[in-house]
């Protein structure tokens, strides 16, 4: 199968390179490589590669700066996945699309559905809802909801800066008032490898562990497998008083993707590999004192 991958060097889209290289031809576009934004550019390089999946993992993330940029996030975040889903249809091609958590306002006290309405509460969150409507010009398309992405070769989550803390004994402020489901982008890539294998319906899933944890538990979690007694500061987010709004209970259920027949591990299952994963390959680590 050819796949063509946007947002190849970002933490997902390196994770998602290397899994679907084993199930076919992968041209990585990084943003350097393909403006998504560009009609003209995007209709070229999906000419030359015909692919027969194009996954876009392109993103402005910039959360608090899309409070002042938000026309920076509606380019990349919306326009470009209605080029791109303009393209896979003329293609005849699959779309692959990545949303968040943050088209949710995060007043609910159980995990959010894929019935549930989103209520974005920031531009972000606002940039990314318009990208899933559009990414529904693409007759066949897979708009998968992912949230709080840790590992893989470019880390720089939320949980990774916990665990780098927590590694170096240093200390670390955590949210006691933020209720997750992180997911590990190997997992991810997988499941959208099996999404390409079976071919559900198309439509939106929630693509994310399961189970739900505050970030505090995680951290304790970290420590725990690390066996190190961490330095950890609760912290409550408003105390914070950052630009964007975060949505306090943003955990998703992953239900109506298990019934399409892809199972997601435990939260708790990915970050133990994870943890294993980083002792093997991190020469931090390995200098770190015991």
């Known amino acids: 199968m050819r796949f063509l991958v946007t947002g190849a060097a970002g933490q997902l889209g390196c994770a998602i390179v290397e899994r679907l290289s084993a199930s076919g031809t992968v041209t990585p576009m990084t943003r350097n490589d393909l403006d998504i934004t560009s009609e003209s550019d995007v209709l070229r390089v999906v000419q030359h590669s015909r692919p027969e999946a194009i996954v876009n ?13 938000p026309a920076q996030a509606l380019e990349v975040n919306a326009f470009g996945v209605l080029v791109l889903a303009r393209a896979a249809r003329r293609a005849g091609a699959v779309l692959i699309h990545y949303s968040t958590d943050f088209v949710f306002d995060g007043e609910n006290d159980h995990p959010y559905t894929e019935t549930d309405s989103p209520a974005p509460q920031s531009n972000y969150g606002r940039s990314k809802l318009l990208g899933e409507w559009f990414a529904t010009d693409a007759p066949q398309h897979y708009v998968l909801r992912v949230e709080s992405l840790f590992g893989g070769r470019r880390p720089k989550s939320s949980v990774d800066r916990i665990l780098q803390a927590i590694q170096s004994r240093a200390p670390a402020h955590v949210f006691v008032d933020r209720t997750v489901t992180p997911s590990y982008v190997a997992d991810v890539a997988d499941a959208t490898a099996r999404l390409l294998q079976i071919r559900p319906a198309s439509g939106l899933y929630h ?3 399961s189970g739900v944890t505050t970030w505090f538990e995680l951290a304790q979690e970290v420590a725990r497998l690390l066996e190190v007694t961490p330095h950890l500061i609760p912290t409550n987010l408003a105390a914070l008083s950052l630009p964007a709004a975060r949505p306090l209970y943003c955990a998703l259920s992953n239900e109506k993707l298990q019934r399409a027949g892809v199972q997601m591990p435990r939260w708790q299952d990915a970050l133990a590999r994870y943890v294993v994963d980083l002792k093997l390959t991190s020469p931090y680590n390995k200098q770190a004192p015991g």
Do not use: F
């Not at 993992?57 to 940029?69: H, I, L, P």
């Open 57 to 69: 993992c392109s993103a402005y993330n910039q959360v608090d700066q899309a409070e002042e940029q």
């Open 207 to 209: 693509c994310v562990s």
